[in-house]
């Protein structure tokens, strides 16, 4: 009976790997597709010569960029762990970094969400560390459909975007509701017990006006910066665009990266760019260009991310090897 128990626990977790390793080759499929498409369709001799003329400085202000969005980032979680007396700024900035160098190689662009919960659990329990990230990732979706919403307006392209704006507008509502719901969320404390009743405790405990504003305010002003390094990375290419427009047609970008159907967007987003900026008369090796610069520039600026990782493992090592 026992050696029956353990083979069925083999094979469930034999198929769960074989799962992850099929559902990890479409997405390599799907970037690698996009990208070989893109790769016969853009002129990649104005491609390369766009990135040898890129400027330097704009360039360099672009990655400092990044680094500003990440420390936005970290402190708008803060706002959240910081409920718990023993999480500091710090250490959420360090957890933060660790999660977007793993954003750099899996699904989507959320796949490093997990690793926050993971070091954050550590600290403050895995239902309030859950709770934190996923109030903290429906603010930022609240606040990118908010800045795309301004910014397609003002570009007067709501029109041509109506359908993927009602989406996300969708998605944010339902997310809000699946959170703060009374009546939703005391039939699923009912339902699933004792680990969702802290979830949701938690989640309950950040029911304060001046909190959600702050946490609002936080998240606008990233996705803004967030833009900023876009529209650094045309300026390095000598090409201006209303910076109103880019509010509009990159956090659109961003909504469509957050599908995990790639790896780390990759390929979706250099898809997006040409399509998108194409509209406005922008040539698509351009934004290709921008694009892939995007893309090794955040990979750049997260990749301290690895090493805060290695640390991490370090310090947890020897925290098991003092243990009485």
């Known amino acids: 009976m026992l050696e029956q128990e353990v083979n069925h626990r083999t094979t469930i977790r034999n198929n769960s790997n074989w799962r992850q390793v099929l559902s990890f080759l479409v997405r390599l499929l799907i970037s690698g597709g996009a990208l070989i498409f893109l790769a016969f369709y853009?002129?990649?001799?104005?491609?390369?010569n766009y990135v040898a003329r890129a400027h330097f400085g704009y360039m360099l202000s672009a990655f400092l960029a990044v680094h500003?969005?990440?420390w936005i980032s970290?402190?708008?979680?803060?706002?959240?762990?910081?409920q718990e007396d023993n999480v500091r700024f710090f250490q959420c900035l360090r957890w933060y970094y660790i999660g977007f160098f793993f954003n750099n190689f899996l699904p989507g662009s959320?796949?490093?969400?997990?690793?926050?919960?993971?070091?954050?659990?550590?600290?403050?329990?895995?239902?309030?560390a859950v709770a934190s990230v996923v109030t903290e990732r429906v603010f930022a979706g609240i606040a990118l459909f908010l800045v795309m919403m301004v910014g397609l307006l003002s570009a007067n392209r709501s029109g041509s975007f109506l359908f993927e704006m009602v989406m996300v507008f969708a998605m944010c509502v339902i997310a809000y509701n699946l959170l703060f719901n009374y009546r939703f969320t005391l039939l699923m404390k009912k339902r699933f017990g004792e680990k969702t009743a802290k979830f949701y405790d938690t989640?309950?405990?950040?029911?304060?006006?001046?909190?959600?504003?702050?946490?609002?305010?936080?998240s606008i002003v990233f996705q803004v910066c967030f833009v900023w390094v876009t529209d650094l990375l045309y300026r390095s290419m000598g090409v201006s665009i209303p910076f109103i427009t880019q509010l509009g047609f990159v956090s659109l970008i961003s909504a469509l990266t957050m599908i995990p159907v790639s790896i780390n967007g990759l390929g979706i987003r250099e898809g997006s760019y040409a399509y998108l900026f194409m509209l406005i008369?922008?040539?698509q090796s351009v934004s290709v260009a921008v694009s892939l610069l995007f893309f090794v520039?955040?990979?750049?600026?997260?990749s301290i991310g690895g090493v805060f990782y290695l640390l991490e493992r370090g310090e947890r090592g020897s925290a098991e090897k003092t243990a009485p």
């Not at 969400?113 to 309030?128: C, F, T």
């Open 42 to 48: 853009i002129d990649w001799s104005e491609f390369t």
């Open 68 to 70: 500003l969005c990440i």
């Open 74 to 82: 970290g402190y708008k979680w803060y706002i959240l762990c910081r």
């Open 110 to 128: 959320l796949g490093g969400d997990g690793a926050r919960m993971y070091y954050a659990g550590k600290k403050i329990g895995g239902a309030r």
């Open 203 to 218: 989640i309950h405990s950040y029911k304060k006006l001046r909190l959600f504003l702050e946490l609002l305010c936080f």
């Open 281 to 283: 008369g922008v040539e």
């Open 297 to 302: 520039i955040v990979l750049a600026a997260t």
